[in-house]
Each structure stands twice: as structure tokens, then as C-alpha cells.
């Protein structure tokens, strides 16, 4: 029976996909998996739903045993990651061989390209080029399931695309996500993966951003429109905590356009002022967009942070228009001595307070003759805090001269980083505040 034949009770369109993780790095957590999010997301423009993510370790019985159990899903494709080294524990490739059925051949042609890499990264270190061609481990990478569509390496290792039993379509990628992501390019345009993609109904997104709404709100509210009536028919809703804003997808076919822009609008009314993107654009791309539209220049001082926000707003292409730089007081002396902090402050109220935010806003602006300038100072943990102010404790100050002003001074959830991530994010969001509120 064919793939088509016994996924023909689905609606036209409907293509689904399977991803099998491969590493123990991955199953013990040593590293943490990007490949499936980004996948999913990306198989999901192309209308193509994901039906199981599963995680193995680099045993061939449980690579092909997550294979097996993917392919009885009834997918049409399947896409594993990692695996595809010179090393003894890569084993994807040739567990993927026997999935399918398939006799492992040498690719004379691949091999070439594998020599030619490995020469030109002996010769960035200045060491001898072998001549006598690969060696039996690197050679392992160039060898390849009859049949298949091999994919030239953005590394060493090269991607496959392989025919599998019932019409199931097998990408093999590697699992650096830098090498990953152009190899999955790669493999969408070849003929088998074409050809799935083409069953595929593309899907139109609506995305909202929110930010400072607690997700059982979010989810509270959506059950709310459910059972007011709504009809939320052929529509996949997708929530998702985002380094603390909510991101909500809405999928859907054209024929469901009416129902999904419905949606949208219902949560815009019930949360007016959490919705800051009702496009997907980052928070990031809309400070930029507000600074550049006033024109406005910018400048921060931050101590728990120490560098995170200034990075976030350099990191958007033509912040130099408007960012003009920055100052890491972290201690008291340099809160004093290059924003101009009293020792007065520091000794009263602390370095981790609403007067020495304020004074280190006020004046990071007068010293770089900005605009806007913005400060945070907190305990990012995990010592430093006390009965009366917490580890997370984080003070903010937007000082926007005629603009007005913002200050906040929450106690940030998590741990070290997280504190000092969220810590940036937010003021990113009080100087979008500052702006909008302005008129900016």
C-alpha cells in the first residue's frame, strides 16, 4: 500500500513529519536541542505539521527503532539530525540505510569534496595536507545509501536525502545547527522532498507578541473565545513562552482567514496593552523603528546586565543612527565615576535602587548628550540579596528628558542568566513604552 493510499482518510493538504534527535549529548542534556524547534518551524511555512519529536542516543537500534516508530505514524517525512561524523558513535547514516533498505556505497564524487575541505582546513593551520586522500574515518562520511541524494556539507559531514518504505521521504542532517540550516535549504529543493512539499497547503501565520502577561491568563482567555462560540475550525493555535514574552501562532488555510484575523482581534481587545506586535516583529526591530522614526539617540548604563542591553540594541542593522553608546557600572566607584552617581545615593539608598537607577539614567544622557538614556542596576544572584531586596531585584530608569520618564523596580524570576536576560528585555520594552506614550 502506498503512502498516498493510506493517508487518503486526511483532508487534502494535510502532509505531516516526523524528527528524530540522535546524540547522547542531547538525551543527557549536556547540550540542548535547537534543531527541533527550528525545524518544526520551518516544515510549519510550508504547511507541513509535525507529528513526533523524538530524542535517541547514538545506538543504532534506537535510531532505527525511532525511525520505525516515526514511519508507523503514518508520516511522509522524516528528518533526523546528528549523527554523521567520522567518529565511531555517528551511526545515523548507516542506520538510516538499513531503515530503508538500502546497500551503503562509497560516493566517489563526495569524497573529493570531503578531501577538498579537510585540505583547505590542514592548510588554515598551517599543517602538512595529506596525500594520500582520506583516511578511513573521513571516508566513512562519504559513503551513501544507494539511491539517495547526497547533500554537499556546509562541515565536513555531508546530508542525505533518502528514499524510505512506503513512499517516506528521510532527510539526514547534521546536528551543528549552523551546518543544519543551509543543508536543510538544501534538501527542500531536491526532487523527493519537492515533491512532498507540493502535497503540502501552505499555511498563512498570524503572530501576536505579548509582553507582561502571565500564560495561564493567555490560555484562560483563549478557552474563554472557545466557549463563547467562537469557531476556531481548521485553525492551530500555538502559544509558546518566549524568554519572557508569549508568542501566539495562528495558523491557517485561506479558506479560514476570516475565523483567524477573529482571533486575533479578540486577543488585541482583551489584552491592549500586553499586544506590542501584531505582525511578528521583535521588540527589538520595533525600538529600532521607533528611535530612527523620532529621530532619537540612545544611550544606556547598565551594572547587572553589563553589556546584554547594549548588545541587543547594537545587534539591529543601523543602530549607529541612533545608539551612541554605553557605560558598565558595576561597581560604585564606577557608577560614581562615569555616570556621575552621589556617593551620597550609593550610601543612603544603595547601589541597587530607584535614586541611583535614576541618577545613572540621568546620567549616562547628559554625559553622551542623548535623547534617551537608560539604566539597570539589580542582584542578578545568586548572593548578594537580602530581606528587603531579593536576588532578582532589578532597578530601571528611561530618562527621556521632555519625553518624560519611566521607572520600574521588579523582582525578576530565575536564576543568574535569566534574571539578566529578562533584565534587558524589559528595558527594551520601557523604552518602547516611553516612546509610544510620547508619541514617538
Not at 462560540?229 to 508569549?246: F, M, P, Q
Not at 535614576?358 to 542578578?380: F, N, P, Y
Request: proline content about 6%; some cysteine; overall charge negative.
Amino acid at each position: 500500500m502506498g503512502a498516498r493510499d493510506r493517508k487518503g482518510d486526511r483532508e487534502a493538504g494535510d502532509v505531516r513529519a516526523g524528527i528524530l534527535v540522535t546524540g547522547n549529548e542531547v538525551v543527557n542534556a549536556t547540550i540542548r536541542d535547537e534543531n527541533s524547534p527550528w525545524l518544526a518551524e520551518e516544515l510549519a511555512g510550508l504547511g507541513i505539521a509535525v507529528d513526533r519529536v523524538l530524542i535517541v542516543p547514538d545506538d543504532a537500534e534506537a535510531i532505527e527503532e525511532g525511525l520505525q516508530h516515526l514511519a508507523a505514524r503514518d508520516v511522509e517525512m522524516i528528518i533526523t539530525t546528528g549523527g554523521l561524523g567520522p567518529t565511531e558513535d555517528d551511526k545515523t547514516a548507516a542506520s538510516v540505510a538499513r531503515f530503508a533498505g538500502r546497500e551503503m556505497v562509497l560516493d566517489p564524487d563526495m569524497e573529493r569534496k570531503i578531501a577538498g575541505i579537510l585540505s583547505r582546513y590542514a592548510a588554515a593551520r598551517g599543517v602538512e595536507v595529506p596525500k594520500d586522500g582520506l583516511d578511513e574515518a573521513n571516508r566513512k562520511q562519504a559513503m551513501v545509501p544507494v539511491g539517495s541524494t547526497p547533500l554537499d556539507p556546509v562541515g565536513t559531514a555531508p546530508g542525505l536525502v533518502v528514499p524510505g518504505p512506503d513512499g517516506v521521504v528521510v532527510v539526514v542532517l547534521p546536528g551543528p545547527p549552523r551546518e543544519l540550516r543551509p543543508m536543510w535549504s538544501d534538501a527542500v529543493r531536491t526532487e523527493a522532498v519537492s515533491e512532498v512539499v507540493g502535497r503540502a497547503e501552505e499555511l498563512d501565520l498570524l503572530r501576536l507578541r505579548l509582553f507582561g502577561l502571565p500564560e495561564s491568563r493567555l490560555a484562560a482567555e483563549l478557552r474563554k473565545i472557545q466557549e463563547s462560540g467562537a469557531d476556531l475550525a481548521d485553525l492551530e493555535v500555538t502559544t509558546c513562552l518566549r524568554k519572557g514574552e508569549l508568542e501566539v501562532d495562528i495558523r491557517f488555510r485561506p479558506a479560514a482567514a476570516g475565523r483567524a484575523n477573529a482571533l486575533g482581534d479578540a486577543l488585541i481587545e482583551a489584552f491592549p496593552a500586553e499586544v506590542f506586535s501584531t505582525d511578528g516583529t521583535t521588540i527589538d526591530r520595533i525600538v529600532s523603528d521607533l528611535l530612527l522614526g523620532g529621530p532619537y539617540t540612545l544611550s544606556v548604563a547598565e551594572s547587572c546586565t553589563a553589556g546584554l542591553l547594549s548588545a541587543r540594541i547594537s545587534a539591529v542593522p543601523g543602530a549607529s543612527r541612533y545608539f551612541m553608546g554605553g557605560a558598565v557600572t558595576y561597581s560604585n566607584d564606577a557608577k560614581e565615576s562615569m555616570v556621575g552617581v552621589s556617593p551620597t545615593t550609593l550610601e543612603e539608598f544603595g547601589a541597587v535602587s530607584p535614586e541611583t537607577a535614576r541618577e545613572m539614567a540621568s546620567g549616562i544622557r547628559s554625559s553622551l548628550g542623548t535623547d534617551i538614556g537608560v539604566s539597570i542596576t539589580g542582584i542578578a544572584g545568586p548572593d548578594g540579596g537580602s530581606a528587603e531586596k531579593r536576588v532578582g531585584f532589578v532597578c530601571f530608569n528611561v530618562d527621556g528628558g521632555d519625553l518624560g520618564s519611566i521607572e520600574l523596580a521588579p523582582t525578576i524570576p530565575g536564576g543568574r542568566n535569566d534574571i539578566r536576560e529578562r533584565s534587558a528585555l524589559v528595558a527594551l520594552h520601557l523604552i518602547r513604552r516611553l516612546l509610544q506614550d510620547s508619541g514617538g
